[in-house]
């Protein structure tokens, strides 16, 4: 994977949880998951298509899911309900549209897909490249934003 595809996903975070939650996360160390790794107990995954092509996977805690979705909703969630999994779908929507955007400026030209909310734990997940990632921590919790992006048939098919 190419490196430069998560800059815009590091401004992205930064971005739009202050906006969100007017809360001014930090970033920690990046690191490499293997092709397969374990999600946490909430992942969101949004598929990337065009000139870029994989996934992006945010995953947390039950408890930081609940206390970001409380964030965004203006009240308290006791639970991981419906509510809350619709507010940070909508995050993780938002976060990865934001970096499509960011993309969109170096040239690549990406669409997004709609979130997938992941519960439970020990779910394996396969990427087709090896994944980066970047631990985002919050006064929530911590948020793993893992990113596995290739160039994608928009870019080939524009060289050719």
Known sequence: MNIEYIEPFIKA??????????????????????????????TILVGVTGDIEGHALYGMSIVTAIKLASAMVGEELPVFSEMAASAVS??????????????????????????????????EISTSTPALMLPIRTKFGKIDVNISLTEGRGALSRVA
Not at 22 to 41: A, C, N, Y
Not at 92 to 111: E, P, V, W, Y
Request: hydrophobic fraction near 40%.
């Open 13 to 42: 975070a930064f971005t739009v949880i202050t906006q969100v939650t007017g809360d001014q996360p930090s970033r920690e160390s990046v690191g490499i998951l293997d092709k397969t790794f374990t999600s946490q107990p909430v």
């Open 90 to 123: 909508e995050l993780a929507n938002m976060l990865t549209g934001h970096a499509s955007a960011g993309l969109a400026q170096s040239g690549r030209i990406c669409d997004i897909t709609p979130p997938t909310v992941l519960r439970g734990m020990n779910i």
